[in-house]
């Protein structure tokens, strides 16, 4: 199945969500939970990025983001690099920390924010252990969850001075006392059952809205599709692509385990494949693909520039390979 594209405009809507690899934690401790939220303030003020909810799972997270500057792929490959680099540093470990590319959901903002943002702050309750509480044990966690969005849009001392509630709370009586009352109860209904997940809505197409939004986001962006690569609107949509979409084409073209092109083992030459192709097809900068790949700027560039080299040492049409690994990233 195709996934669908990463469709970027000038003040759009996004719910993102990101899993470990594997499923594994990507928060081990409050340590790691606050230098999570820290990177996502420090990458929200240099790409102009507004972030109106959030919540920090086990082996998860949502957001949900408005971008003023159509440039969604830019702030994520930012922020997702930058705490992977501080998890790996911190824990001692090398290699991808999410499970696959982000997942993203351009949101119809007239219709389904409130309701995107209600998603996000039951989380915690909706995970096993959550279920397990009565209702009133629900709302006093829910309320006490210091990983979420959530209390700060109740009481204005608890939430991060870059935490923008004033367009959600603007559909229950605004940012004072009675609209934030309003919205508490909004998101405690859903606790009680019958509440529908809103990103079911854009199963497939990756569009939550009503009909007349999808028609006019696939009428602006999607008539041509995304061979006709010169059309600015398509382009900007597949101009880059995800870190770990790349590398997992990487590993199945050159035959190697994601263990094996991360490491410092015998096939050196791969990692040199893997660093030109970050570089030319993720838009990737030298020092985000050391920070990635766990070597410094110097060798980085030596080992993308010689990979091409080596592969011939070692009996592989390196051209024929990066060929093949290009068709794959962008399937016709």
Known sequence: MARPLRIQFENAYYHITCRGNSRQKIFVDDFDRKAFLDLLGRSREIYKVEVLAYVLMVNHFHLLIKTALANLQEFMRHFNISYTSYFNRKHKRPGHLYQGRYKSFLIDADHYLHEVSRYIHLNPVRIQRGKRLSPQEKIKYLQGYGWSSYPGYLAPHRRREWLRVDQVLGDFGGDRG????????????????????????????????????????RSRFLERGPRDREVPAVRQIVARVEPERITEVVCKVMGVGRDEVLGRGRKAYVRGVLMKVLYEYGGLNQREIGELMGVDNSSGSARRKGGSRRGCREGTNIGQKIAEIQRLIYPE
């Open 178 to 217: 009675r609209g934030r009352k309003a919205y508490g109860k909004f998101v405690l209904e859903g606790i009680g059952g019958g509440f529908k997940n809103p990103l079911e809505e854009g199963r497939g197409h990756g569009i939550v809205g009503e009909e007349d939004f999808i028609e006019r986001v």
